[in-house]
């Protein structure tokens, strides 16, 4: 269940992840009513930073292989949470929640994943240590969320089902404070959704690495990013409309690595250097083909 590293590594990642939950609580948004776009992408690169460090940690006391893989593992979750937070910033939007109630949602929303993302992973990680066939299966679940994901359409403008019945029962955020039981239905509907994503992007480090350690610490990375990275991008996600299609192309890659990974060996450097391609790629088409502001007319 612990395999890939002794105790005492969990217990120094376990003190880290709390260490850094503390610093974005307590010192970047405690009582904040807005968000800096500069301060949002600071933290995001601080926390990139930080996942770059461990990577180079991991490579030096477990081998280079481990460290690409914690690498290739990390760029593949934070891809996908791109795709997630779509889902929050439709469901905010829709909520009328001002930026401190967003905070909070994304907060306990962030501690709810780091507990599910673990027992997705320690499942995952024994059903294919004891089931062979479990392969084809996460397999299949990766060219299912690709295919899902080439014939998803990144609209913001209305509401989804489960979205407009959340809003019917948690009302409006406003300026005010959220009722109890509205955020809790709210925080439950994150969870939801992240429980969603989930099932895709488990499976997808799993078919990048098999060591529950590397697998573990790369979500986590990704997702204690989630919340400032949302902010940094909250203004920009309207931009990447195109993105979706990049993250339907990692998705089947590494759908159809894991599939054939008793026939073909898949250098992890070369995993590596197409994830960041098809994200650079996929990227730049989306700033430069994104719709342009419709000019306003000279007024006679």
Request: contains cysteine; charged residues 15%; positive net charge.
């Amino acid at each position: 269940m612990f395999e890939g590293a002794s105790p005492a590594y969990w217990i120094a990642f376990a003190v880290i992840v709390a260490v850094l939950l503390f610093v974005d609580l307590a010192l970047l948004h405690k009582g904040s009513r807005s968000v800096s776009v500069r301060a949002a992408w600071a933290w995001t690169a601080v926390l990139a930073a930080l996942a770059f460090c461990f990577a180079l940690f991991l490579g030096h006391t477990q081998g280079k292989q481990r460290g690409l893989e914690f690498l290739s593992g990390y760029l593949v979750e934070a891809s996908l949470s791109i795709d997630n937070l779509f889902v929050f910033l439709l469901m905010f939007r829709s909520l009328k929640l001002n930026t401190e109630q967003q905070h909070k949602v994304l907060l306990w929303g962030v501690i709810g994943a780091i507990v599910m993302r673990a027992i997705f992973i320690f499942v995952g990680a024994s059903l294919l240590a004891h089931f062979i066939w479990i392969e084809y299966v996460f397999g299949a679940i990766l060219l299912f969320a690709a295919i899902r994901l080439m014939r998803h359409q990144s609209e913001m403008d209305e509401p989804s089902g489960p979205i407009r019945w959340l809003m019917q029962r948690a009302g409006s955020g406003g300026e005010g404070h959220i009722p109890m039981r509205s955020f809790l239905l709210i925080v439950l509907a994150v969870e939801a959704t992240d429980l969603v994503f989930a099932l895709d992007s488990v499976p997808a480090v799993l078919a990048i690495t098999r060591d529950t350690f590397v697998v573990y610490t790369s979500n986590i990375f990704a997702i204690l990013g989630l919340r400032s990275l949302y902010f940094a991008l909250s203004h920009a996600l309207d931009r990447l409309r195109l993105l979706h299609y990049g993250l339907a192309v990692i998705l089947a890659f590494v759908a159809i690595k894991m599939i054939l990974t008793r026939w073909v060996d898949i250098p992890v450097g070369w995993s590596l250097g197409f994830i960041v391609g098809v994200l650079a790629l996929f990227a730049l088409l989306s700033r430069f083909t994104s719709p342009k502001p419709p000019e306003e007319q000279p007024q006679s």
